[in-house]
C-alpha cells in the first residue's frame, strides 16, 4: 500500500506576512497564473497605480482584447472598504475587467459581484477568486486560484460571439484564432487563453513586461507573426529596438530566415516580424496551413528571442524619464472594421 503524507491548508500570513510588500509583489509575479485560472492572457501593466489620493495594487492588461484589468487584492476576507475602492478603480481606470482575490470572499460581497454582473453591460466584467496555499508533509507549499465569482454567460462566450452583432468577417477571425489558441494550449503550453476575440490580430504574454508575441493578418493580404516591443515609453522602445537589432544577424541565423526589423519611428512600438502571404478570407485548407505556419513560427520565435528579451531589457538603455509629451500609444497602430481591427 502506498503511504501518503497529511495535506494542510496553510493560513495566508504564514506564507505572505505583509500584503503590500508580500502578497501583491507575490501576485504582480503570477499574474500570468492569475490569467491562466482565468482563461486570459494577462500581462503587468503597473503596481501600485495611482488613483487620486488612493494606490490600485494591479493593473494589467488582457492581450486578448487589449483592455485594462484591474486587481486588488487582500491577506483576510473581503470588506466594503475594499469594494468601494474596487469601484472607484474600475472607473478611474476604464476597467475592462475588475479581479477582488483574498482568503475569504463574504457572501454578501460575493453577491454584490454577481450583482454588478447582472446589472453591467458585457464590457465590464468582474470576477472573485480566492487563493489557497496547501502543503503535503513538509514539502514546498502549493497555492491554488479558486474562483467564485464569473461574468455572466463567461461559460457560454461562443454563443454569444456568434450572435448577429457579430459580422461575418469577425466570426471568421474569431473560429481561426480559436483553433489556433487551444493548439497552443493543450500541445504546447504557450499560452493560457481559452477565448479568442473576433478581431484579426491576437497577442501571447512573452514572460517579460514590455514583449509580447502575436500573429495579425493585415491588409494587402499578408499574415505576420511578430515580437512586440511595448514598454509602454517611446524611448525604451527604440533603445531596446536597437539593441535586439544589433544582433540581427546572430538572431536571423538562429531563426532560420529573414525577419522584417520595423523600427517604427512614428509609433510607440517596434516590432521585429516574419511574414507571408494569406487572408482570413482563404478557403479552409488555405487557413489551416496558415495556422500550422503561425504556430510553428511563434515557437519558433519564443524560442529565438526568450533570453534575449531580459538581455535587452537590462542592458539595452540606462533607466530614462517618462516623456510627458510621448502620446503616442499602441492603439495607433490599428484601424477599425466592423468589430475587428486590422493591423498594419
Known amino acids: 500500500m502506498p503511504e501518503f503524507g497529511t495535506l494542510r491548508r496553510k493560513s495566508l500570513r504564514e506564507i505572505w506576512p505583509n500584503e503590500a510588500r508580500d502578497f501583491t509583489k507575490w501576485l504582480a509575479d503570477n499574474v500570468g497564473e492569475l490569467g491562466n485560472a482565468l482563461g486570459i492572457e494577462l500581462e503587468l501593466s503597473q503596481s501600485e497605480a495611482p488613483v487620486g489620493d488612493f494606490s490600485l495594487d494591479l493593473l494589467a492588461t488582457d492581450l486578448g482584447t487589449g483592455g485594462k484589468v484591474i486587481i486588488e487584492n487582500q491577506l483576510t476576507s473581503t470588506d466594503h472598504d475594499h469594494l468601494g475602492k474596487l469601484i472607484t478603480y474600475a472607473a478611474g481606470f476604464g476597467a475592462e475587467k475588475v479581479i477582488w482575490i483574498a482568503e475569504l470572499i463574504r457572501d454578501e460581497h460575493r453577491q454584490a459581484l454577481e450583482w454588478l454582473n447582472q446589472r453591467t453591460d458585457e464590457k465590464t466584467q468582474f470576477f472573485a477568486v480566492t487563493v489557497e496555499v496547501l502543503q503535503i508533509d513538509e514539502s514546498r507549499p502549493a497555492s491554488n486560484f479558486k474562483l467564485l465569482v464569473l461574468p455572466n454567460e463567461w461559460q457560454k462566450v461562443a454563443k454569444h460571439q456568434r450572435s448577429s452583432l457579430i459580422s461575418d468577417r469577425a466570426e471568421r477571425y474569431r473560429s481561426f484564432y480559436q483553433k489556433l489558441i487551444d493548439e497552443l494550449r493543450e500541445n504546447y503550453s ?155
Open 190 to 344: 504557450f499560452t493560457g487563453a481559452r477565448v479568442a476575440q473576433p478581431v484579426n490580430w491576437c497577442e501571447f504574454a512573452s514572460g517579460f513586461s514590455g514583449f509580447r508575441y502575436a500573429v495579425s493578418f493585415n491588409r494587402g493580404n499578408v499574415v505576420r507573426v511578430e515580437v512586440v516591443i511595448e514598454t509602454g515609453n517611446y524611448e525604451k522602445n527604440k533603445s531596446i529596438f536597437d539593441y535586439l537589432a544589433s544582433k540581427k544577424e546572430e538572431i536571423g541565423k538562429e531563426f532560420g530566415a529573414e525577419l522584417h526589423w520595423e523600427r517604427l519611428d512614428d509609433k510607440r512600438t517596434s516590432r521585429i516580424a516574419f511574414y507571408r502571404d494569406g487572408s482570413i478570407n482563404d478557403e479552409d485548407d488555405k487557413l489551416q496551413e496558415i495556422r500550422n505556419w503561425a504556430i510553428s513560427n511563434l515557437l519558433n520565435l519564443k524560442s529565438v528571442f526568450g533570453t534575449k528579451l531580459k538581455d535587452a531589457m537590462t542592458q539595452a538603455y540606462e533607466p530614462l524619464m517618462e516623456n510627458p509629451d510621448d502620446k503616442d500609444s499602441v492603439a495607433g497602430d490599428f484601424g477599425s472594421e466592423g468589430f475587428s481591427s486590422e493591423r498594419m
